[in-house]
C-alpha cells in the first residue's frame, strides 16, 4: 500500500505485508522519496520498519542501484520499484550488498539470517501494534499507516457492520 503525503507529494508512504518467506508476518514500513528532477533519476526507498536484509543499509535504505542503475524516463516505472521492494523479502541477493553484516550472516549461515529476520519480522509487528517504538524514526513520522489495537469486542462491532452493510459516519470504524 502507498499513499502521498499530506505534506509532500514527492513523500510517499507505504506498508508491505509479508504473507511468506523468511520475513513471513511481517509488516514492514517506508518512505518512497521522489527527487525534484523525477523522472529523470531514481527515488530512494527508506524503510522505517527496521530490516535486516544485505540489500538495506542499517539506516533503512534500500540499494535500488542494483536494480535500477540507471532511471531512464518511460521505461523506469515507480511500481517498478515498488515490485522490486517487495520481491526483496523473497529473494535474498548478496551480490553487491549494502549491508556487509546481513550478507555474511546468508553466507555464515542461513539459520541464523533467518532467526535475525524474525527478530525484524516481531519487531515489525510491535511497532504495528504501537507497543514499542522505532529507533529509526520519532513515533510521529507523518506516516498515514497509523493503527490502533482493538479489544475484541470492539473489533466483533466492526465486522458485525461490515457484515451487514451498516454505514457509519466517516471516521467511526
Not at 30 to 55: C, E, G, K
Not at 109 to 115: A, M
Request: proline share 8%.
Amino acid at each position: 500500500y502507498v499513499v502521498p503525503s499530506f505534506k509532500s507529494l514527492q513523500v510517499w508512504h507505504g506498508m508491505i505485508f509479508i504473507k511468506i518467506g523468511m520475513f513471513a508476518d511481517g509488516c514492514f514500513k517506508f518512505n518512497l522519496y521522489i527527487p525534484d528532477n523525477f523522472p529523470y533519476a531514481r527515488p530512494s526507498l527508506r524503510f522505517i520498519t527496521p530490516v535486516f536484509h544485505p540489500q538495506v543499509k542499517p539506516t533503512g535504505e534500500l540499494n535500488l542501484a542494483k536494480a535500477f542503475p540507471t532511471w531512464t524516463p518511460r521505461k523506469d516505472r515507480i511500481w517498478h520499484l515498488l515490485r522490486y521492494t517487495k520481491r526483496c523479502f523473497f529473494s535474498i541477493n548478496t551480490f553487491d550488498a549494502t549491508n556487509p553484516v546481513a550478507a555474511e550472516a546468508v553466507h555464515k549461515s542461513i539459520d541464523t539470517f533467518r532467526s535475525q529476520a524474525k527478530l525484524c519480522v516481531e519487531k515489525s509487528i510491535k511497532l504495528f501494534n504501537k507497543t514499542e517504538e522505532s529507533d529509526i524514526t520519532p513515533a510521529d513520522d507523518g506516516n498515514v499507516f497509523n493503527v490502533k489495537p482493538l479489544a475484541s469486542q470492539e473489533l466483533e462491532k466492526i465486522k458485525e457492520k461490515l457484515l451487514l452493510g451498516v454505514k457509519a459516519p466517516f471516521g467511526t470504524l
